[in-house]
Structure formats: C-alpha cells, structure tokens
C-alpha cells in the first residue's frame, strides 16, 4: 500500500463514520419520548459540559486572549443555533424525518443568498441550484397540503431551520476568524443551552423524568451528532476538500430517512420524492457551482 492509499483509507472511514452519525440525528429525536425543545436543551448542555476541560485547559489562554468583537460573534452564533434546534427539532418529530432532513439541508443555499445579500454574488450555477432547491422545496411542502396542517407546519418549521442554520454559520464565519473550532463550538452549545433551558422553563416543559430508552437516545445525538460527526468532518477537511464534505454531507438525507424506515417504519410520502430529489439536486449544483467560482460560502460543520 502505498503512502496515497495508506492516507486515503482513515479519511474515507472518518467520511463514512461522520455521515452516519449525522445521519442518526433526526431518526433518534424522532424516537425519544421527549418534547423536542428539552432533547435540544440536553445535547447542547452536555456536548459543553464535555468540551469544557479542554476549554478550560488547552484552549484557556485563546478563550481568555480573544478580542471581544470575537466572543460577541460566538454568542450570536449561539443564539441563531438555538433558533435553529427550536424550529428543526421539532419538525422532526411533527412530520416525516426524511422531508425534515431534506429541507433543512437548504442550508447552503440560504447561506449562498446571505452571501449574496453581502455583496459577494453566486455564479451562474450558483443561482440555478438555488432555483431547483426552492422548486423542490415547494414542491415537497406542495405535496403535504394534502396531507395535514401538521406536516405544512413541519415543512415551514424544517426550512426555518435552515435559514437559521446559514445565519449561525455567517456568524461562526466572523468568530472564527481568532477562535479554534473547539472554543467557538463550546460558546456556541453554550450559549444555544441557557436559550433553550429558559425557553423550556417557561414553557414548563419537563427536562426529567423520561424512561432509560429516551436517555440514551439523547446520549446517542450527543456523541453522534454533536460530537463525533462534527469531529470526523473536521478531520476530513484537513485531507479532502471542503466541497466534497459538503456534498457528501447530503447523504444525510437518504441515511436518514433509510434509518427511519427500518427502525420506525416511517416511509418516505411517495408524492414528495421528486421534490425532495430535485431539492438535493439544487442544493448539489449550488455547492459546485460555488466551488468553481472560488467563493465558499458553505460550512461543512453543520448543526446536525
């Protein structure tokens, strides 16, 4: 094996483990029996608690040496992750988990209009993925009308998500400008917990008391989600470009809704496939067409 193919194989394995622990998210909210609001509150808390040693020690004199325009950005960032779990979340558990994954991975694209909104325009391409995401997105939501107020609320509530999810990361784009990846994510679940626990407080909503299966649900998105597929993700972006994280990142999408299936046998609305695939394919074209013109405007260290 030679030096190529022996560097090769960790990264496909770090690409395989991080798109099937993002993939886990929305199927295992889905499962817990738990309002959507105290799972977010929990996921953020304890993915801060376990990040705070290193906070606290290795990453100390950068915690406490950042200018404060840095750490305000942080908090910002915080507070529209926060927005993001409270309307994602909960879409999940209202509607289908693969109509709630498709639609919140407009990430990009509403990443790729605040870019815009600030002056550096998407190519072409960029423009049409934009297009065929947005007609996608109509037509999956088009395809729920008929089905209950409920899943048209899901589907608004999935795209808020993601219009959510492109602000935090407009805003992580400011803060990490001085801070690491782990300082930055530790403000953010930081700040995104205090949110949601004062949200769930005065909602009175119960952040206790849920039987052993909920417990490890919410124990799974912790380390799945939240910290090993991030964490993989990273490690790839040192060995791979970000374009291809980023699309490989929309394997989210058919994984989970695969892992919906089998596990909770929810099957994917058959009028709302093409939609959902001519909205992958829109998000798709809008990644590449903005790798071509040289101006990223996609994170690949998503929420989820």
């Given amino acids: 094996m030679n030096e190529r193919s022996s560097a090769r194989l960790p990264t496909v394995l770090a690409l395989v483990v991080a798109v099937l622990a993002v993939s886990s998210s929305a199927p295992l909210i889905a499962f817990a029996a738990a309002p959507a609001l105290a799972i977010a509150f929990w996921r953020n808390a304890l993915a801060t608690v376990v990040l705070t040693p290193i906070t606290y020690g290795p990453r100390r004199a950068e915690l406490f040496g950042a200018s404060p325009r840095a750490k305000v950005f942080g908090v910002l960032a915080g507070v529209a992750l926060a927005a ?10 209202l509607g289908s988990v693969a109509t709630a994954t498709a639609l919140v991975a407009t990430q990009p694209v509403w990443q790729g209009v605040i870019a815009a909104v600030q002056g550096r325009r998407p190519s072409t391409a960029g423009w049409i993925g934009i297009g065929l995401a947005v007609a996608g997105a109509a037509w999956a ?9 409920q899943a048209v609320l899901a589907d608004v509530l999935a795209l808020l998500g993601g219009v959510f999810a492109a602000v935090y990361t407009a ?16 403000i953010c679940y930081g700040v995104c917990a205090a949110i949601l626990l004062v949200v769930c407080l005065a909602a009175g909503l119960d952040l206790g008391g849920y039987d ?22 990273n490690y790839a972006l040192e060995h791979t470009t970000a374009t291809t994280v980023s699309v490989l990142i929309l394997l989210e999408v058919p994984g989970a809704s695969l892992l919906a299936w089998l596990w909770l046998d929810q099957q994917p609305r058959v009028a709302a496939l093409p939609g959902l695939a001519l909205l992958l394919s829109g998000v798709a074209v809008f990644i590449l067409g903005a790798a071509r013109s040289a101006r990223p405007v996609v994170d690949p260290a998503l929420p989820d």
Wanted: hydrophobic share 45%; proline share 2%.
């Fill in 141 to 149: 939501t088009g395809a729920d009308v008929g089905v209950s107020t």
């Fill in 171 to 186: 805003l992580g784009e400011r803060a990490r400008t001085e801070l690491r990846t782990t300082t930055y994510t530790w």
């Fill in 84 to 93: 993001h779990f409270a309307t994602w979340m909960p879409s999940v558990q």
């Fill in 212 to 233: 052993n299966r909920t417990w490890a649900a919410i124990l799974a998105l912790v380390v799945g989600a939240q910290l090993l597929g991030h964490s993989m993700f």
